[in-house]
């Protein structure tokens, strides 16, 4: 509310400046004068200029929205738009050998998008593979949280890459997931 206020004062304040000075200095037709000539044109241009910044002023968040809604009609925003460097920096530190650090970045992102199937597989792997927690009480919190979180057209994957990573399946268990799996 208060950048609203903000904005109305300071847009107000110019149009109102812009507005004096495209009144304030007027010649009569007559006179020929250049360089009272060059004044009047130059004190009109400061004047439009002040105009056009409190328009500016009141305007641009206008435009915001306006090229928000645009951008949705083109571009598809998903759960996962700024998912990929994440994935990549959570199974860079598997890789590592940072297990927290990764479960710390997986938890981000599902903190941040709760449907991220990638994201809870990437929990489980750290979990189960690399930390050696199988069937603890924090998987099995995990796992529910997930099957309760995840599209319905997710949860057999996600079930699946489970059992996988309980019986030791080479092709699962040997690293974790990468986000390039589900970008194509």
Wanted: charged share 20%; hydrophobic share 45%; glycine share 10%.
């Amino acid at each position: 509310m208060w950048k609203l206020i903000r904005n109305l004062i300071i847009a107000a304040t110019l149009i109102g400046i812009g507005c004096c000075l495209l009144n304030l200095y007027h010649l009569p037709p007559e006179v020929t004068d250049a360089e009272e000539t060059l004044k009047n044109l130059l004190v009109k241009m400061a004047g439009g200029l002040f105009i056009a910044g409190g328009a500016a002023v009141l305007l641009w968040p206008v435009a915001g929205v306006v090229g928000s809604y645009f951008e949705s009609l083109f571009w598809a925003k998903g759960g996962n738009v700024d998912a990929p460097p994440m994935y990549k920096l959570a199974a860079w530190l598997v890789e590592q050998g940072r297990y927290g650090e990764s479960l710390a970045e997986y938890q981000k992102i599902t903190k941040h998008d709760k449907r991220a199937t990638l994201a809870y597989e990437g929990q489980l792997f750290v979990m189960v593979q690399a930390m050696g927690m199988g069937g603890t009480p924090a998987v099995q919190k995990l796992l529910a949280a997930a099957r309760k979180n995840v599209t319905p057209e997710e949860l057999p994957h996600l079930d699946w890459f489970y059992e996988q990573l309980l019986a030791g399946n080479p092709e699962v268990c040997a690293r974790p997931p990468h986000v390039e799996e589900i970008i194509e």
